[in-house]
C-alpha cells in the first residue's frame, strides 16, 4: 500500500484523531483555567493577561508580529540547517573513528553543559547585531542532539547486516549508504525533532542579549513596558513556530520512513 493512501484511508485519519484529542482536550483545559483565573481576578491582570485581552492584542499586532516572527524564524531555519549537516557530519566521523570519538566527544559534552545564554554577549561582540550570533546560539543548542541521535542510530544497526554486507564485497561507502545511514533515519529523525524546537530557543536566547528585530527583542521591549499582553502574544508566536517545524519534521518522517511510523502507531496499544 502506498504512502499516500495510507495518509489518506479513513483508519489514518482516525489514527491521527486518536493521538491528537488528548493534548487537544488538556490545552482546552489549560486556556478554560486560565480564563477562570482571570476572571476571578486571582492574579492582577498586569501580571497574567486573560486569555481574550492576549488574543486580541496578537490580533491587533499581528503584522508586527509577524514581522518579527519572520526574523526569528529565519534564524531558526538556518541554525537547524547548519547544525543538522555539522551534527551528522561530526557523527559519522566518530562513528568510524575511535580516536576521534574519545577526542571529540568529551568536548562537546563539556560545551554542552555550558550556559548559551551565558557567552552568547560574545558572540555579539564578535560577529556584531546582525543574524550571526542569533545563528550560531541556535547552533550551539541544536547541534548536541544531532550529534547523540545520529550516533547512537549508526551504531545500532545488526551486526550481521554489517558481516553480511562485507562479505558479499560491499566497501565502506556502499555499506554506510545501503544499510548504515537508512538505518540510523529514525534515530536521525528523533534527534531532529528535539532540536528544531531548540533551534528557535536558540535564535530568541541570541536576540535577547542583541537585536533590534525579532520575537526575542519583542519580548524584551514588552516586559520593559511591562506589556504583558504583548508579551504573552509573542510567547505564543514563538510557541507556534517550534510546533510547526516540529510537525514538519514529523510529516517528513512519515513519508520517508514508512515502514518505521507504521510500526511504531500499531507497536503502541491504546487502554483509554
Known amino acids: 500500500m502506498s504512502v499516500r493512501r495510507n495518509l489518506s484511508s479513513p483508519d489514518a485519519w482516525l489514527s491521527a484523531l486518536a493521538r491528537i484529542w488528548r493534548p487537544v482536550a488538556l490545552l482546552v483545559g489549560i486556556l478554560a483555567l486560565w480564563a477562570l483565573i482571570s476572571a476571578a481576578h486571582l492574579v492582577e491582570d498586569y ?3 486573560s486569555p481574550g485581552r492576549t488574543l486580541s492584542v496578537a490580533v491587533d499586532k499581528a503584522a508586527y508580529l509577524a514581522q518579527h516572527s519572520w526574523v526569528t524564524t529565519y534564524e531558526t531555519v538556518i541554525g537547524f540547517v547548519l547544525a543538522a549537516v555539522l551534527g551528522v557530519l561530526a557523527a559519522v566521523v566518530m562513528v568510524y573513528s575511535r580516536t576521534v570519538e574519545q577526542t571529540l566527544y568529551p568536548v562537546l559534552l563539556f560545551a554542552q553543559v555550558i550556559p548559551k545564554i551565558a557567552i552568547a554577549p560574545l558572540f555579539v561582540v564578535w560577529l556584531g547585531f546582525g543574524p550571526g550570533p542569533k545563528v550560531v546560539m541556535a547552533v550551539l ?15 545500532s544497526v545488526d551486526p550481521q547486516m554489517l558481516e553480511l ?30 532540536a528544531v524546537t531548540l533551534a528557535v530557543t536558540g535564535a530568541v536566547v541570541g536576540e535577547f542579549v542583541g537585536s533590534n528585530e525579532g520575537l526575542g527583542y519583542v519580548i524584551l521591549q514588552a516586559n520593559g513596558n511591562f506589556d504583558t499582553p504583548l508579551l504573552f502574544a509573542a510567547l505564543l508566536v514563538m510557541s507556534l513556530i517550534g510546533i510547526i517545524a516540529f510537525v514538519a519534521l514529523d510529516i517528513a518522517e512519515r513519508l520517508l520512513l514508512p515502514w518505521h511510523a507504521s510500526r511504531r502507531g500499531e507497536a503502541v496499544t491504546t487502554t483509554l
Not at 543548542?141 to 551504531?155: D, E, N, Q, W
Not at 537508512?182 to 528523533?190: D, M
Open 47 to 49: 501580571l497574567i493577561p
Open 141 to 155: 543548542i541544536a547541534f548536541f542532539p544531532v550529534v547523540i541521535s545520529t550516533v547512537t542510530g549508526l551504531k
Open 165 to 194: 554486507a562485507d562479505t558479499m564485497g560491499g566497501g565502506a561507502l556502499r555499506t554506510f549508504v545501503k544499510i548504515r545511514f537508512p538505518a540510523a533515519l529514525p534515530h536521525l529523525f528523533s534527534g531532529l525533532k528535539v
